[in-house]
């Protein structure tokens, strides 16, 4: 099964060369969506061996998402990877999640809750508590870690499902959306590496977006379509 690797980044040139080159051991072609960075982001990454996809300003994670979908679906990838461009995820990791997607499991969430869960910054803990549990509550979704952008995906799921959000919301429409469809949604345990990096996330805007989200989906089901449409 041919097996895409889709990377969201902007402002990584510090990890992107490692990220790249760690990920290639695992899949078949590793995409890095650089959102708009100004640091040599891309140009690292496509030195390191990666296809690089370009926006010209910085739109968002989901955004970005978006384009790495569209790539994979377009050249007929089977499994799509996503993992964070600042070696916070461990590539190694990688053949955890195919594993699982043999045993039948249409995603795979990458959960820091069974390893190293201690290390996370309490702000990011205390969220991803909220945002997991209301999403157990109000949708049934069966997963501990709903903020964890290591995943992994069928193409089914993603030639079905819509990615709407531009910024980081867009991961929990994923998995809203993938749940009413009938997809089997699995975990395995990660280890995440925390450093001086900055995160990406600004806690009042995404909050913000985020609970648009959840109040959204709670009355309004959109329609799924392929993200090519």
């Known amino acids: 099964m041919k097996v895409c690797c889709i990377v969201p980044a902007y402002q990584e040139s510090r990890a992107i060369d490692r990220v790249v080159t760690l990920t290639q051991k695992y899949c ?32 968002g994670k989901g955004a970005a998402l978006r384009t790495g979908f569209k790539y994979a679906l377009e050249n007929n990838f089977e499994i799509i990877l996503t993992l964070d461009g600042d070696l916070q995820h461990n590539p190694h990791s990688i053949p955890r999640f195919l594993k699982k997607i043999f045993e039948g499991y249409d995603i795979v969430i990458g959960s820091r809750y069974t390893t190293q869960s201690e290390e996370m910054p309490f702000i990011r803990k205390l969220s991803n508590l909220i945002t997991t549990r209301a999403l157990r509550v109000f949708f049934k979704i069966p997963v501990t870690d709903s903020q964890s952008g290591y995943r992994a995906f069928r193409r089914e799921v993603l030639a079905r499902i819509s990615v709407r959000d531009d910024g980081f919301a867009a991961e929990t429409e994923i998995l809203i959306d993938a749940q009413r469809a009938g997809f089997r949604i699995g975990e395995v345990p990660i280890a995440t590496n925390y450093g001086d990096e900055e995160s990406k996330i600004r806690a009042s805007r995404d909050t913000f977006r985020w609970i648009k989200t959840l109040s959204r989906n709670l009355f309004y089901r959109p329609r799924l379509f392929n993200q090519t449409e």
């Open 28 to 59: 078949d072609r590793v995409v890095v969506v650089d959102d708009g960075s100004t640091d040599g982001t891309g140009k690292i990454a496509l030195q390191s061996g990666a296809a690089v996809l370009t926006h010209s300003s910085n739109q």
